[in-house]
Nanobody, 126 residues
């Protein structure tokens, strides 16, 4: 019942920063926990970060902890992923996803997220 569109990807040098946006339509974003995942060529999709429906709780993969920040603005139906101190290993296609469950803990398991965007490419050069 929700459509997601990512934007903000691009090419940056190592050590640089980038902010990704995920715009939702179809219904209010406030009903969903939201997550960011990424997939590099030849690799499996991996969890990056998640945020609860009201922004009160967040969760990060160890590989990005301390460098990435997830936030949301439910009034704008938008979720953000701020990426600092980018590394070449961060190069991937980044996806936004929505978790329709209620009264649940934040999940890093991609199978629990029902709605997915098309993704946006992030390329980090050395």
């Amino acid at each position: 019942q929700v459509q997601l569109v990512e934007s903000g990807g691009g090419s940056v040098q190592a050590g640089g920063s980038l902010r990704l946006s995920c715009a939702a339509s179809g219904r209010t974003l406030s009903i969903y926990d939201m997550g960011w995942f990424r997939q590099a060529p030849g690799k499996e999709r991996e969890f990056v970060a998640a945020i609860s429906w009201n922004g009160g709780r967040t969760k990060f993969a160890d590989s990005v902890k301390g460098r990435f920040t997830i936030s949301r603005d439910n009034a704008k139906n938008t979720v953000y992923l701020r990426m600092n101190s980018l590394k070449p290993e961060d190069t991937a296609h980044y996806y936004c996803a929505a978790d329709p469950r209620r009264f649940s803990e934040l999940s890093d398991y991609e199978g629990i997220y029902v709605y997915w965007g098309q993704g946006t490419q992030v390329t980090v050069s050395s």
